[in-house]
């Protein structure tokens, strides 16, 4: 149980067109799905945090025009990152968490790798 | 002071022998405490998770949680080369995110 996947898996795109990325909770609903990015070497970064049918609410410094995150349904979140540049290229993953409160446990999703040239 | 903070190593363990791994946070609030494991190119998986002070076994691997010390560690038993990878403590600071650590690199060498 508990399985989310992502897709793409891997992503190359070129400078100034927009990516979309995937994740689904395959086996259970997710009211909370949390995006994550992670930089060679150094730890996740959480990104946003995505309540299905509300507003993401984005961490300090991270652009919410840039990084657009859609929950439409309790098993799907979105991601796309708009007018990619080679500085967004990274590691992106998203993890979901049952109801809400805090022992709920988040799984990861396999992850999106963004190559931006 | 970083809100979790672990040892970045390497934490070089022979094979079969016990790795220990720890985890120290800041906020006495915390509620609930993750341990996850990280390959090289991969996403976390979960390994297990504790809510209680004390022993939480799950097969080689046992978590143990001190309230009081604010410290969670994470003991593996009988380490195999395959258990070699970069292991995530995370917090819920008692709302529905997770603060990560920045991971210890266990390697166990045979």
Redesign the interface.
């Known amino acids: 149980g508990a399985v989310v996947s992502q897709h793409p898996s891997w992503v190359i795109c070129k400078s100034g067109t927009s990516v979309k990325i995937e994740c689904r909770s395959l086996d259970f609903q997710a009211t909370t799905m949390f995006w994550y990015r992670q930089f060679p070497k150094q730890s996740l970064m959480l990104m946003a945090t995505s309540n299905e049918g509300s507003k993401a609410t984005y961490e300090q410094g991270v652009e919410k025009d840039k990084f657009l995150i859609n929950h439409a349904s309790l098993t799907l979140s979105t991601l796309t990152v708009t007018s990619a540049h080679p500085e967004d290229s990274s590691f992106y993953i998203c993890s979901a968490a049952t109801g809400t409160g805090n022992t709920d446990t988040q799984y990861f999703g396999p992850g999106t790798r963004l190559t931006v040239l | 002071q970083k809100e979790v903070e672990q040892n970045s190593g390497p934490l070089s363990v022979p094979e079969g022998a016990i790795a220990s791994l720890n985890c120290t946070y800041s906020d006495r609030g915390s ?2 405490f ?1 341990w ?1 494991r990280q390959y090289s190119g ?5 390994i297990m ?1 504790i ?1 209680s002070n004390g022993d939480k076994e799950d097969g080689r691997f046992t978590a143990q949680l001190n309230k009081a010390s604010q410290y969670v560690s994470l003991l593996i038993r009988d380490s195999q080369p395959s258990d070699s990878a970069t292991y ?1 403590c ?1 917090v ?7 603060i ?4 210890t690199r266990l390697q166990v060498f045979p």
């Open positions: 509620q609930s993750f996850y991969k996403s976390p998986e979960l998770f809510y995530l995370a819920n600071l008692n709302t529905d995110k997770l990560f650590g920045t991971g």
